[in-house]
C-alpha cells in the first residue's frame, strides 16, 4: 500500500508540474480590441484613430479628437484546436491512439471606450476590454488526460488614460490599466492510471499596469505612433487542491509580458487609398517561472519574446462606405518546448472589413480574420507516460462595433 500511494504522488506531482506550464499559456494575447482593427489585422492600429477604440493601443492618439467618441463592440473567437497522429503509452503497459478532433471553443470578448476632449490640449478617456485570455478544453474521449483538460482564463482591463497635445505635430498620452483576471484548471491522470485529481483550481487576482505613448503628425496624410505598455503580476487568489489536499485562498503569481508597438498610417495624394503597418514586441520572457505562496515554484518553462507584423490598405469608397484589409504574421512564444493541450505556432492572419456610415457622427464596423496555424510536432513524457503527436491551432475572428461622436 505504501509504494502505490507513493507511486500515486508522483504521478500527481509530475502531471502538476505540466499543469504549470497551462497557466502560463493561459496568457496568450487577445487582439479584441475593436472589429476596425480585426479587420485590418490591427496595421498601424496605434495611431489611426477611426475611433475611440485607439486609446486601448495608444493613449497620444486621443489627442486626435475635437469631439466626445463613443465605441461599443463585440468579438467573437472561435477556435479550432487538433491532435492527430498521436499515441500514447502508460507505465501500466497500454498504448493506444490518442487523437483529438477540437480541444477549443467560442469566447466572446465585449469592449467599450470612451475619449472626452476637455479642451484643444487635453483629452481623457476610459475602456473596458480585454488583452489576455484563452481556452482549451479536452473532453474525457482523450485518452492521455494528464495531457489535457480544462484550462480556461479570462481577463478585463479597465484603462484610464489622458492625453496632452504639445504642438501640431506632436501629442503625448498615458494612464492606467487595472486587469482583473479569472482562471479554472482542471487536471487528472487517465483512466489507465487511475484517473486521479491532479489540480482543481478556481483563482482570481488583479494587477495594476500602466501605458505611455506619443504621436507625431507629419501633416494631414501621414503620421506616427509609438506605444508601450507595462502589464503587472496577477495575484490569484482561490481554493486550490492540489495532491489530494485543498489549499483555502491559495495565490497563484503570474507575469504578463510587456508590449512595445510602433505603427504607421500614410494616406496616398490625390487617392481614395492608405497604406499602414504596425511592428509589436511581446515579452513573453517574463514567463520564467511559475510560483504559489503555498508550494513555491511548481514549474520552469522556456517561453521567448515574440513580435508580429502587420499590414494593410483602406480604401475610401464614398460618405458612406470604407473598406479595410490587412495580413498579419504573429511569431510563436513556445520554443522549443512545446505540448499538446497548449498548441502554438507562428500563425498568419488574413483579414477584412468595412465600416458603414450611417452620417458624419455615427457608424458601424464589421471585422472578420481567418487565423491560420501550423502543424507542431509534441513530444512529452512524464516518466510514467508519453504521449507525441502534430497538434494545430487555427481560429476564425469576427467582430461588430458601433461608434458615434458627439
Given at each position: 500500500m505504501t509504494h502505490k500511494l507513493k507511486f500515486q504522488k508522483t504521478?500527481?506531482?509530475?502531471?502538476?508540474a505540466f499543469?504549470?506550464?497551462?497557466?502560463?499559456?493561459?496568457?496568450?494575447?487577445?487582439?479584441?480590441?475593436?472589429?476596425?482593427?480585426?479587420?485590418?489585422?490591427?496595421?498601424?492600429?496605434?495611431?489611426?484613430a477611426d475611433n475611440a477604440s485607439v486609446m486601448a493601443r495608444n493613449a497620444a492618439a486621443m489627442a486626435?479628437?475635437?469631439?466626445?467618441?463613443?465605441?461599443?463592440g463585440l468579438n467573437v473567437i472561435a477556435t479550432d484546436i487538433t491532435v492527430s497522429d498521436s499515441n500514447y503509452k502508460s507505465i501500466t503497459g497500454f498504448e493506444g491512439e490518442s487523437d483529438h478532433d477540437s480541444a477549443g471553443g467560442t469566447s466572446l470578448a465585449p469592449n467599450i471606450h470612451v475619449i472626452v476632449p476637455l479642451n484643444e490640449?487635453?483629452?481623457?478617456?476610459?475602456?473596458?476590454?480585454?488583452?489576455?485570455?484563452t481556452k482549451t478544453d479536452f473532453d474525457d474521449n482523450f485518452v492521455g488526460s494528464e495531457y489535457g483538460g480544462l484550462t480556461d482564463v479570462k481577463s478585463i482591463n479597465l484603462g484610464l488614460a489622458a492625453s496632452y497635445r504639445i504642438n501640431q505635430q506632436w501629442s503625448i498620452g498615458g494612464g492606467l490599466d487595472i486587469i482583473y483576471g479569472t482562471g479554472e484548471?482542471?487536471?487528472?491522470?487517465?483512466?489507465?492510471?487511475?484517473?486521479?485529481?491532479?489540480?482543481?483550481?478556481?483563482?482570481?487576482g488583479v494587477g495594476?499596469?500602466?501605458?505611455?505613448?506619443?504621436?507625431?503628425?507629419?501633416?494631414k496624410n501621414n503620421r506616427f505612433g509609438l506605444s508601450y505598455h507595462y502589464s503587472p503580476e496577477i495575484e490569484?487568489?482561490?481554493?486550490?487542491?492540489?495532491?489530494?489536499?485543498?489549499?483555502?485562498?491559495?495565490?497563484?503569481?503570474?507575469?504578463?509580458?510587456?508590449?512595445?508597438?510602433?505603427?504607421?498610417?500614410?494616406?496616398?495624394?490625390?487617392?481614395k487609398f492608405a497604406v499602414h503597418y504596425s511592428v509589436q514586441w511581446i515579452g513573453w520572457s517574463a514567463f520564467d517561472t511559475l510560483d504559489t505562496k503555498a508550494y513555491g515554484t511548481i514549474s520552469e518553462y522556456q517561453w521567448k519574446d515574440a513580435m508580429h507584423f502587420s499590414l494593410g490598405g483602406t480604401y475610401y469608397l464614398n460618405n458612406s462606405w470604407t473598406v479595410r484589409a490587412g495580413y498579419?504574421?504573429?511569431?510563436?512564444?513556445?520554443?522549443?518546448?512545446?505540448?499538446?493541450?497548449?498548441?502554438?505556432?507562428?500563425?498568419?492572419?488574413f483579414s477584412g472589413g468595412f465600416t458603414y456610415h450611417f452620417s458624419d457622427s455615427s457608424n458601424l464596423d464589421v471585422g472578420l480574420t481567418y487565423l491560420v496555424g501550423q502543424d507542431v510536432t509534441v513530444e512529452e513524457d512524464k516518466g510514467f507516460s508519453s504521449i507525441t503527436g502534430t497538434t494545430r491551432a487555427d481560429a476564425i475572428l469576427a467582430a461588430i462595433q458601433y461608434s458615434r461622436s458627439f
Open positions: 504521478i500527481l506531482a509530475a502531471a502538476l499543469t504549470a506550464t497551462q497557466v502560463s499559456a493561459a496568457g496568450f494575447q487577445l487582439n479584441a480590441q475593436s472589429a476596425t482593427g480585426l479587420g485590418r489585422a490591427f496595421a498601424g492600429d496605434a495611431v489611426i486626435l479628437f475635437d469631439k466626445t467618441e463613443l465605441s461599443l490640449q487635453f483629452a481623457v478617456g476610459v475602456s473596458l476590454y480585454t488583452n489576455f485570455g484548471l482542471q487536471r487528472s491522470t487517465s483512466a489507465y492510471l487511475g484517473g486521479m485529481e491532479v489540480l482543481d483550481a478556481d483563482a482570481a495594476l499596469g500602466f501605458n505611455i505613448g506619443t504621436v507625431f503628425e507629419l501633416d490569484a487568489k482561490g481554493d486550490i487542491t492540489y495532491l489530494g489536499t485543498t489549499t483555502k485562498d491559495d495565490t497563484l503569481y503570474l507575469n504578463l509580458p510587456d508590449m512595445l508597438e510602433f505603427s504607421g498610417y500614410n494616406r496616398i495624394p490625390d487617392t498579419m504574421y504573429d511569431q510563436s512564444a513556445q520554443d522549443e518546448v512545446t505540448s499538446i493541450s497548449v498548441p502554438d505556432s507562428d500563425r498568419q492572419w
